[in-house]
């Protein structure tokens, strides 16, 4: 997504959204299998990446 803003004296202000994986749907990992771990059974870790955003504000002269 992007918006353009006119400045005065031929310059101009763009403001970009970007999103990455905004709807994704985590894979989980297995659980933990060592008995000996305080995390026993506990899953910790998923398989895919996240959700990722990112904004930029650009000046233009």
């Known amino acids: 997504m992007e918006?353009?803003?006119?400045?005065?004296?031929?310059?101009?202000?763009?403001f970009q959204a970007e999103s990455i994986n905004a709807l994704n749907t985590p894979l989980f990992a297995e659980?933990?299998?060592d008995l000996s771990s305080p995390a026993f059974g506990k899953i910790t870790n998923t398989l895919n990446d996240?959700?990722?955003f990112r904004f930029s504000l650009n000046l233009e002269f």
């Open 3 to 14: 918006r353009r803003f006119v400045l005065p004296h031929e310059r101009g202000l763009s």
């Open 31 to 33: 659980p933990v299998g």
């Open 50 to 52: 996240g959700r990722t």
